[in-house]
């Protein structure tokens, strides 16, 4: 049987395209899916349902956008399974992490309809009450969403949620890799009744219709998540129109482990958020510091966590070459290497690598895949500096005793999100945003929402 086709979704119209993609289940590499190659002239047609629908959609005000927000919420919420299952084929990661996707990503819908009753306008009176500053929340307007593959489902509702309560309309451009979740999100706004236009997704191939997004002067603004090398890209094309931008960058992830901490939490952290989405996660860790009288305990906690961890295959056909390639380097610069094998298919033993240090790549880089280094310190000033030396500041962790040096280290260390004595990061709540070379803008929060917004002042003077 042949695989089933998956078509453009531009608003409330799903429209086929010459050309077809594959997307295969990344377990077995059997082909699952096509979906449809969009071109720039399907970016054109994106763009002006798009700008046809914002009017309308400002129009209906805060309170009738989070009632509108809250149906396409429940219909995302009775598609759970169904996304949960397409991510866990198309992207590899085990079903429990899919599900878990899933259910906090639309947890941000719901968050971000409430949100929306909270847009309020402001005024300040003059002489009389119909007189002086008013202050309005306008949506920026049309919005490309350019995502990766390592979330698809997460990383456009956290565009989405905030930008639909705002008032603007979105273009989703998921990741060639793992398209199918990310535009099933798309195309469920049409079954939820939003308008048409507000919601399109075209899919394809990422440098043709990145350029034709990010330079299209029917586009206010894009939200990217991804990699460095291509958000210089995005920026580029971005300038000449100064276009609003945000940029969700890269990690490299610290666990700092201070001195009088409970090493089985610190293991668990490591073990969790260094190996969880095959090390494929942009909060991942990749630098463990640890005190070196304590360097052993933790090693060995770590050993045997490892070896009872159960890996999907890898996301992407590079991520094995990189896995291998990373760890080479390492063995090749004195460091000791514990597992890492290609396995067959897309599978790969995770890494437990020592005596790395600046220098070796996967301490400098962003490895990307299923691999921690532990560094021992003697002096915490040393430990902090490590902690920031890399140009990344997205997500680390401190483990430490319930002191308040434990939140003072924790405060100094130069990333958007620091994570205390746990591994749960994200909360819809509150701001996710990479310091320095790990991007710019913020998603989520109230700062998240400000991001799809640009304010007027009428100056009301008679
Ligand atoms: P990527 O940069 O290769 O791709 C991201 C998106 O850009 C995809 O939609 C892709 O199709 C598109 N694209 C690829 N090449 C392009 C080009 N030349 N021009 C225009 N668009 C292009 O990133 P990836 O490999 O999909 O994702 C991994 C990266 O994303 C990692 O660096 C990871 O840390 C980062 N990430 C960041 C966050 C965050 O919130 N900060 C979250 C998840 C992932």
């Known amino acids: 049987m042949p695989a089933p086709r998956y078509p453009l979704v531009i608003g409330d119209r799903r429209v086929d395209t010459p050309d077809w993609l594959p997307v295969d289940d990344r ?14 002239g399907d970016v054109d047609a994106a763009v002006a349902c798009a700008r046809a629908a914002l009017p309308a959609w400002e129009a209906l005000g805060p309170v009738g956008r989070a009632g509108a927000m809250r149906r396409y919420a429940a219909v995302l919420d009775a598609h759970q399974p169904g996304l949960a299952a397409l991510i866990h084929r198309e992207e590899g990661k085990p079903l429990s992490e899919a599900q878990a996707e899933v259910a906090r990503a639309c947890e941000v819908v719901h968050h971000f309809a409430g949100e929306a009753e909270r847009l309020w306008t402001m005024h300040l009176p003059g002489a009389s009450l119909s007189t002086g500053s008013t202050v309005r929340p306008a949506p920026i307007g049309v919005v490309a969403a350019i995502t990766p593959w390592n979330f698809p489902v997460a990383l456009v509702l956290w565009k989405l949620g905030p930008a639909l309560a705002a008032g603007c309309c979105m273009i989703v451009k998921p990741a060639q890799e793992a398209p199918l979740a990310a535009r099933m999100v798309c195309d469920l706004a049409t079954e939820a009744g939003l308008p048409d236009g507000v919601v399109s997704c075209i899919t394809g191939d990422g ?50 482990v201070l001195d009088d901490a409970d090493l089985d939490t610190a293991a ?7 190996f969880a989405n095959c090390g494929q996660a942009c909060y991942s860790v990749n630098r463990i510091l640890v005190p070196r009288p304590l360097e052993d305990d933790i090693i060995a906690r770590l050993r045997s966590g490892i070896a009872a961890l159960d890996l999907g295959p890898m996301a992407t056909d590079r991520g094995p070459a990189r896995h291998a390639m990373l760890l080479d380097d390492a063995r090749a610069k004195g460091a000791t290497v514990e597992g890492g094998a290609l396995r067959e298919g897309n599978y790969v033993e995770p890494a437990l690598v020592t005596g790395a240090g600046p220098g070796v790549l996967l301490v400098d880089e962003e490895p990307f895949t299923p691999v921690v280094a532990v560094l021992p310190y003697d002096d915490l000033e040393d430990a902090i500096a490590e902690a920031n030396r890399p140009d990344y500041g997205l997500v680390s962790y401190v483990c430490g005793g319930p002191s308040r040096r434990t939140l003072d280290v924790a405060a100094r260390i130069e990333c958007g999100t620091v994570v205390v004595n746990g591994w749960r990061v994200v909360v819809p709540q509150a701001p996710y945003a990479g310091w320095k070379g790990s991007g710019v803008g913020t998603e989520l929060g109230r700062p998240g929402l400000e991001a799809f917004i640009r304010w007027q002042h009428l100056r009301v003077l008679a």
């Open 27 to 40: 377990a077995t590499g059997e082909v699952i899916a096509e979906v449809a190659a969009g071109r720039p």
């Open 207 to 256: 440098p043709v219709l990145g350029e034709a997004l990010c330079t299209h002067p029917g586009v206010d603004k894009v939200a990217f998540t991804g990699s460095r090398r291509v958000a210089e890209q995005v920026a580029a094309w971005a300038a000449p129109r100064i276009k609003a931008l945000s940029l969700e960058l890269g990690g490299h992830g610290s666990l700092l």
């Open 268 to 274: 668990e952290v490591a073990l969790v958020q260094g």
